[in-house]
């Protein structure tokens, strides 16, 4: 059944949107519609929930899906659609962005989003840690008895349940499925891109945790790379400045280095010399591993997805 999407995460948009302020025309076309009063939950509006449950894994999920603005009024035209994880604080924060950059004329062209939840009853670190790393080998800080490495099972999940199912109920453009990943979200898209990167034609791939397991992402890279002459994809990886590693200075990462290891992804993706990869890599200054996400988002959208 539909149901509109609640949302909690204001400040997290806020944090992620130009200080600039727009002009009164354009802060008339963002009024929220007018929302359920007496203390129930703020709405987004135009949003659907729908449950896409895995019949593998017998866990309940649920898709997050907002249109955009044109769709019903051009009911020829099929949209490119853009899948994000982490769909509890990453869904409002597209949805937002996506809207405001066209508020002064086309930015990005118009897309249908769909947040992927976390399963069902869980909390959001227990699925993030099972369901978007590639192997079991996780980190030692993480808790006792925690579940990691069923990225692979959850790819076959979006592969074979999700996007067949947006497809049958929307007007998705078959060759434009977009991935966006931040975190352990992107070392679930960069698994993705190196085992079946047809699977999407473009990726936000942001901050991705290359270091885990022993920067095994950057094998599945050199395994891709040793049996494929070309890599048909449109890539923009970002990393915040703060996210390299500087011991002793709080602003930094104290653990490992982010920014170098995207510059080491960078440099093999470039070094192969794929003829169909089109990537752009950026270091975003004065952001750490949490601030950089909607700023990444942003300039991510743009380049995947410029206005025509």
């Known amino acids: 059944m539909q149901r509109r999407l609640s949302n909690t995460l204001l ?3 806020i944090a992620g949107l130009s200080a600039s302020v727009a002009p009164a025309h354009a802060q008339a076309q963002s009024v929220l519609k007018v929302q359920a009063g007496d203390g129930r939950p703020y709405e987004i509006a135009d ?4 449950d896409v449950p895995d019949p593998v894994s017998r866990r309940g999920y649920q898709v997050f899906v907002a249109l955009p603005p044109s769709y019903a009024k051009e009911p020829q035209r099929r949209y490119p659609v853009l899948y994000v994880t982490d769909a509890d604080y990453a869904f409002p924060i597209l949805r937002q962005i996506s809207r405001r950059l066209n508020l002064e004329g086309p930015k990005v062209e118009e897309f249908i989003l769909v947040g992927l939840s976390y399963a069902k009853g869980e909390d959001g670190a227990v699925s993030r840690r099972r369901d978007y790393t590639p192997t079991p080998n996780g980190p030692r800080t993480a808790p006792a008895g925690a579940v990691h490495g069923q990225g692979p099972a959850y790819q076959t999940y979006l592969r074979d349940q999700v996007k067949p199912f947006i497809a049958a109920r929307y007007r998705a453009d078959p060759a434009r499925a977009l991935f966006l990943g ?8 960069a698994q993705i891109l190196f085992t079946e990167p047809g699977l999407f034609s473009g990726y936000i791939l942001g901050s991705p945790s290359l270091w885990y397991d022993k920067r095994h992402a950057l094998e599945l890279e050199a395994r891709y790379a040793a049996r494929s002459k070309d890599l048909p994809a449109k890539v923009y990886l970002y990393v915040g400045a703060y996210e390299a590693q500087r011991k002793g200075d709080r602003r930094y990462n104290q653990t490992v280095d982010m920014v170098a290891d995207n510059r080491a992804l960078e440099a093999a993706l470039r070094g192969r010399k794929y ?16 601030s950089v996400a909607p700023r990444g988002f942003t300039q991510g959208l743009k380049y995947l997805l410029p206005a025509r």
């Open 275 to 290: 003829p169909s990869l089109n990537l752009k890599s950026v270091v975003l200054d004065d952001e750490d591993h949490l």
């Open 182 to 189: 931040h975190s352990y979200g992107s070392l679930l898209g």
């Open 11 to 13: 400040i997290a948009l």
């Open 47 to 50: 949003s659907e929930v729908w």
